[in-house]
């Protein structure tokens, strides 16, 4: 194991910064009970979960330690949580580190670089020891500290300060061949990501690393210990103004947090950042990506394949006289599906309808303004594409049914709109969703044109000047040749299901 000044390659995490005592009233007792309804107990710091979920996906070994004295309900709360997060579990006895050390690293025997030991400043005993074995000793709750540069030890005041502090001490020792990475987004986004590998602490071959940024810490010290910005703007919009042209900054309001990051970025433009705020404005907008996806008719491969955009209506008002004239002469026929106009950022942008009939458009939910769009039969088979830089991946997914499937569901119910929440459940046959349509998912397979797609993601990326995106494909099965339709895109997401590179 490296020594000190090296990169950290295990983290352990000691009781004292993990458990936090308490007077708590025991639940089955009264007021009238003994003097031992009260007792103390042992809870969780409120950020220790915090810290271990960024530990957890960062390709570094992980654990948990606690001394041979501890009281035995503290020991199952800590191995509780150690299985709950796949770690590791230690006894550090203080009289005998020697031992405690040699189990270290029969567990993680080929860990690349140093320990680092997070400790609170009460078990002062112990520094020494492990820090003439090679472990930092980083210590929390020392107000106003930070890490110092002429000692073995370093010093956090939170415990949402240690990412933060792994990616200095890397930055230190491997110097300028390392790319620093700081991404914010909301948690469950945050978790699929990482589970699958995306965000690891440790440098990896190609000499990226990844840091979680918060807005519970002043931003401006995160940002300057990273390169680039990977964020997920939409998931800090507070509101969209649809009045004013999405081009302007002005028309999204962002959280306090996403406007404190805008700030900086302006005033520090030699950061890199995926993507520019200003970039994402068209795929926030429906009625913007469906104009931009007309310029896809021209896109063809050698073959018979076309790909385009699905036709559309903006409505304003679904009361709006000469509706029927509208919808014919955008080539539209029903059913067909209702959008909002807003993509995404707020809370009712996925709530959608299907629609059989001209007279249920009077009474329909969905916000206004909306965008009408064209109903594709196409097997319950949905392709997700996510274009990251040059590379194209794609996923395969079950779909809504085919029209005639829809209107047996709606059938039931006098062919009332099927309205549904796109995020949450989509309308499909009870069991199998291909079990409808007479037609195996599986049947349209062969029809994807990963060719023709691969140069539409391509297109895409030079108009929107997006890095990181997405889009959704469908394939016709109404019409000889293989028609793709594009129906939806989005800046980066969660990944549905893992993604296959394009060959």
């Known amino acids: 194991m490296a020594g000190v000044g090296g990169v950290v390659g295990g983290v352990i995490l000691d009781e004292s910064v993990l458990l936090a005592s308490q007077q708590l009233q025991h639940p089955d007792s009264s007021s009238s009970s003994s003097s031992h309804s009260s007792s103390n107990c042992a809870s969780f710091q409120p950020d220790a979960h915090f810290l271990l979920r960024k530990l957890r996906h960062s390709n570094i070994p992980t654990g948990i330690s606690y001394g041979p004295?501890?009281?035995?309900?503290?020991?199952?709360?800590?191995?509780?949580?150690a299985t709950q997060y796949s770690i590791h579990c230690f006894i550090l006895d203080a009289s005998s580190i020697d031992g405690a050390t040699r189990e270290v690293k029969l567990a993680w025997s080929n860990i690349g670089g140093c320990i680092l030991y997070l400790v609170s400043n009460k078990k002062r005993d112990i520094y020494p020891k492990l820090s003439k074995c090679g472990w930092l000793i980083t210590i929390l709750n020392v107000e106003g500290s930070s890490a110092c540069e002429n000692s073995s030890m370093v010093y956090i005041n939170k415990l949402q300060e240690l990412p933060l502090t792994i990616c200095h001490i890397n930055r230190k020792a491997i110097g300028n061949s390392v790319v620093t990475v700081g991404y914010i987004m909301k948690p469950s986004r945050e978790e699929d990501f990482a589970k699958r590998g995306a965000f690891p602490m440790y440098p990896t071959q190609d000499g990226l690393m990844f840091v979680p940024l918060t807005f519970e810490l002043p931003l401006s010290p995160q940002l300057q210990e990273v390169d680039v910005v990977l964020h997920k703007a939409t998931d800090e919009i507070i509101s969209i103004d649809l009045n004013s042209s999405?081009?302007?900054?002005?028309?999204?309001?962002?959280?306090?947090?996403?406007?404190?990051?805008?700030?900086?970025?302006?005033?520090?433009?030699?950061?890199?950042?995926?993507?520019?705020?200003?970039?994402?404005?068209?795929?926030?907008?429906?009625?913007?990506?469906?104009?931009?996806?007309?310029?896809?008719?021209?896109?063809k491969t050698r073959g018979c394949h076309a790909i385009r955009g699905a036709n559309f209506l903006k409505v304003d008002d679904f009361n709006q006289a000469g509706l029927i004239q509208s919808l014919s002469e955008a080539k539209l026929a029903l059913p067909s599906i209702v959008k909002p106009q807003v993509a995404c950022g707020v809370a009712d942008s996925h709530s959608m309808a299907i629609v059989f009939r001209v007279e249920d458009f009077?009474?329909?939910?969905?916000?206004?303004?909306?965008?009408?769009?064209?109903?594709?039969?196409?097997?319950?088979?949905?392709?997700?594409?996510?274009?990251?830089?040059?590379?194209?991946?794609?996923?395969?997914?079950?779909?809504?049914?085919?029209?005639?499937?829809?209107?047996?569901?709606?059938?039931?119910n006098e062919l009332k709109p099927l309205?549904?929440?796109?995020?949450?459940?989509?309308?499909?046959?009870?069991?199998?969703?291909?079990?409808?349509?007479?037609?195996?998912?599986?049947?349209?397979?062969?029809?994807?044109?990963?060719?023709?797609v691969t140069s539409a993601a391509?297109?895409?990326?030079?108009?929107?000047?997006?890095?990181?995106?997405?889009?959704?494909?469908?394939?016709?099965?109404?019409?000889?040749?293989?028609?793709?339709?594009?129906?939806?895109?989005h800046n980066f997401t969660k990944l549905s299901c893992k993604p296959m590179l394009m060959r």
């Open 419 to 452: 309205v549904f929440d796109s995020l949450k459940s989509l309308p499909t046959t009870k069991g199998n969703p291909n079990s409808g349509d007479g037609n195996s998912s599986k049947a349209t397979d062969h029809c994807i044109d990963l060719e023709l």
């Open 362 to 412: 009077k009474d329909l939910t969905v916000p206004l303004p909306a965008i009408i769009q064209e109903y594709v039969d196409h097997s319950s088979t949905l392709y997700k594409f996510y274009v990251l830089g040059e590379k194209v991946y794609h996923a395969v997914k079950n779909s809504t049914p085919n029209a005639d499937t829809l209107m047996k569901l709606s059938g039931s």
């Open 69 to 81: 004295g501890l009281e035995a309900h503290k020991v199952s709360i800590l191995k509780e949580v």
């Open 458 to 489: 391509h297109w895409l990326m030079r108009k929107l000047e997006l890095t990181i995106f997405g889009f959704d494909v469908v394939v016709s099965n109404q019409v000889k040749f293989a028609q793709l339709y594009i129906i939806a895109t």
């Open 246 to 299: 999405l081009q302007s900054s002005n028309t999204i309001t962002y959280s306090r947090g996403m406007q404190e990051l805008q700030r900086y970025m302006e005033h520090h433009l030699d950061l890199c950042v995926i993507d520019p705020l200003n970039y994402i404005y068209p795929v926030l907008d429906r009625l913007k990506i469906q104009q931009i996806l007309l310029g896809l008719e021209d896109l």
